[in-house]
């Protein structure tokens, strides 16, 4: 084999173990974003809570931890955030904040024991 086609080879091989390896990256991270999702909704249904009540709702990823947040502000209790904490294959935590400052009392919805 030349060496034109030894090298051709070699880039061929490389670009294909990074799309194969792109691709992997970009399936998982979806299907974590999409399991954040779903256990949000369960965990607000399990506090008897409707998606309608939302008044604010923004979600991130915190990439040093692996975690999905979701920031909400709900109609019926406005002065609270609720800080939604997923972890992926683990449970939805739940921190409430008013004024920036973290309460365990006074908050309309309760996080689930």
Not at 3 to 10: A, D, E, F, N, S
């Amino acid at each position: 084999m030349t060496k034109r086609k030894k090298i051709l080879v070699l880039s061929l091989a490389i670009v294909g173990v990074l799309v194969i390896g792109g691709s992997f990256f970009l399936y998982t991270q979806s299907s974590h974003k999409k399991e954040a999702n779903n256990q949000f909704e369960s965990y607000i249904n399990k506090q008897g809570i409707s998606p309608n009540d939302i008044e604010k709702k923004s979600m991130e990823k915190d990439h040093k931890q692996g975690s999905y947040i979701f920031n909400v502000i709900f109609k019926d209790d406005p002065a609270y955030t609720y800080e939604y904490i997923y972890m992926p294959n683990n449970d939805m935590t739940l921190l409430v904040f008013k004024d920036n400052v973290g309460v365990d009392s006074g908050m309309k919805h309760e996080p689930l024991k």
